[in-house]
């Protein structure tokens, strides 16, 4: 037997264990001449070509220098010994188990299959044999992992105990689609994920995330700067002729007959900066005087805002005014308020941020007409600067595009933000914000309301501004909101993504879409599936064309 056709012939069959994908990149490397010089020595190439060497992979370092590597040179070997031969079966046989189990064959496992193949038994019959192995040993393993769960259910599990969050859908999707390929054990995903989080875990400690100085414009893909902002504030002229374009219509109107409608919650806190233009803003607003109130709970502030207050409170009747003893959070001065509140309608304001003026008038007027809504929202601009008025901040024209609310959109982000309008009723049904949270508490109120199927409506007006402060505290990867945000998502995901997302595909086929099993046996993309099912729905739903009389 020659080296030409013993050792091609394992190579050739070996290849076959291993995946399509390895065994396209081998077929391009031999294409191209390569050596095992050209091939990054952990690339699963570089293992198979230096087998097809004739080296086994421990030896890996002194086969660099080989250039026999190519079928060509292969063919011109002189025949083996038989002692070269055992040597050669052995190290295919080697090579074989750590592709194919990955591991090195056990003296007593090398010994037999080096015996069965010196005895006539098909190189194939063998690896055959190891991939069945593989597929038993993998089967066992899978099962002893949650073998009750679906492979999506898995996944959610792993990403609320590893991750300590709720696994989004696209991220279940993705890794099932893993596991139903056999590209990964259940095993080997929990190992992974481990690992990564061990890897975050260290990085969170010394990197920032985000300074500060820079923002995502929410449901876009861009970013702004402050470098941004403060180039485009020199050009002056285009900003006045980017006002001057501006075309804001007031969509909704407060029904004027109607008395006390918005009740506008503020919580207040080293405020001094903000507090003159903030109340000027919302006392402006509008539909102030004879349809809104203003509540302000000063949790025990240091910067004597009460004294600004107080002159506002003379002019304005319906304003509520209380300072605490000490200092509370902002969902315990947003629940005091809730309960204070005479309106039907709660809004929250925040010292920095800022309104057009009829931003109250327009978001009461949506929920008057959209009685299905419990809460409005709407997109936003974003500013650098502190004293600029609404117009001036919109000509810059950093704007949102939220989505229309769906469950699986807000597991990706708050999309109500930082000023949306909400129906007094909810807290009798809903509860209040839970306090415990000092960041996230409101996007914990609307996934709390999104779970009982409450209804979000967005209003296609922007009509206010969020404020990035270039001053504010770092945020850090384990600063308290982020790691809320990861506790909403582990609580809520499972709750918000529909049931047959997580099903198996033959309850999902048959059980859910209704579907017969024989029809779709070959199909395995749910999109796919859930198209056929609503054309089957609409042709069983289309009458019947009679033929008239």
Wanted: hydrophobic fraction near 40%.
């Amino acid at each position: 037997m020659t080296v030409g056709t013993a050792q091609r012939d394992m190579f050739d069959l070996l290849v076959a264990g291993v995946s399509d994908d390895d065994r396209a990149a081998l077929k391009q490397a031999l294409d191209a001449g390569q050596t095992v010089e050209d091939v990054p020595l952990s690339d699963p190439t570089a293992r198979l070509l230096a087998f097809y060497a004739g080296k086994s992979t421990d030896g890996l370092d002194d086969a660099l220098s080989a250039k026999v590597l190519t079928k060509a040179s292969l063919r011109k070997l002189p025949d083996l010994s038989v002692e070269d031969h055992i040597t050669s079966t052995k190290k295919a046989i080697k090579l074989a188990f750590e592709l194919t189990l990955n591991r090195r064959p056990k003296t007593k496992e090398l010994n037999r299959w080096t015996n069965e193949i010196a005895g006539g038994t098909p190189f194939p019959h063998f690896l055959l044999a190891l991939n069945k192995k593989a597929d038993s040993q993998s089967s066992r393993t899978t099962a002893k992992v949650a073998p009750n769960q679906t492979d999506a259910e898995f996944v959610q599990f792993v990403y609320r105990i590893i991750e300590g969050r709720g696994g989004l859908p696209s991220e279940l999707e993705h890794f099932r689609e893993l596991l139903q390929g056999r590209e990964m054990s259940r095993a080997d995903q929990v190992i992974n994920f481990f690992n990564a989080e061990i890897t975050r875990l260290s990085k969170d400690s010394v990197e920032v995330l985000h300074d500060g100085l820079s923002s995502w414009i929410m449901g876009t893909n861009r970013i702004v700067h402050l470098d941004n902002w403060a180039a485009q504030a020199k050009d002056t002229e285009a900003l006045a002729a980017a006002r001057a374009a501006l075309k804001p219509a007031t969509p909704y109107h407060i029904n004027p007959d109607s008395g006390l409608r918005v009740s506008a919650i503020t919580s207040l806190f080293r405020g001094g900066d903000f507090i003159e233009q903030f109340m000027d803003n919302i006392t402006t607003q509008t539909c102030f005087d004879r349809h809104s109130e203003l509540i302000i709970i000063d949790a025990d502030s240091p910067e004597n805002e009460g004294e600004v207050i107080a002159r506002y409170l003379k002019d304005h009747p319906n304003i509520q005014y209380r300072r605490m003893d000490s200092c509370i959070g902002i969902y315990e001065a947003w629940n005091l308020g809730v309960q204070m509140s005479k309106g039907d309608y709660l809004t929250n304001a925040n010292l920095d941020d800022l309104r057009r003026a009829d931003s109250f008038e327009i978001q009461a007027g949506a929920l008057d007409a959209t009685p299905f809504a419990d809460v409005v929202y709407q997109d936003f601009y974003y500013s650098f600067a502190p004293n600029l008025s609404w117009d001036e901040v919109a000509a810059f024209g950093y704007k949102s595009d939220l989505p229309v609310i769906t469950p699986y959109n807000m597991l990706r982000f708050n999309s109500p933000h930082n000023a949306p309008m909400w129906r007094k009723s909810l807290h009798s049904e809903m509860g209040l914000f839970d306090a415990s949270y000092k960041s996230a508490g409101d996007y914990e109120f609307w996934m709390r309301c999104l779970s009982k199927g409450k209804s979000f409506f967005k209003v296609n007006e922007p009509h206010v501004v969020y404020y990035q402060n270039p001053k504010g505290l770092s945020t850090r990867a384990d600063t308290r909101g982020l790691i809320e945000g990861r506790m909403i998502l582990k609580k809520y995901a499972a709750q918000l993504i529909a049931q047959g997302f997580t099903a198996d595909l033959p309850e999902f086929t048959t059980d859910i879409l209704g579907l017969p099993k024989s029809s779709t046996q070959d199909e395995v993309d749910r999109s796919r599936l859930v198209q056929k099912a609503l054309r089957d729905l609409a042709r069983a739903a289309k009458p019947e064309m009679g033929t008239g009389s």
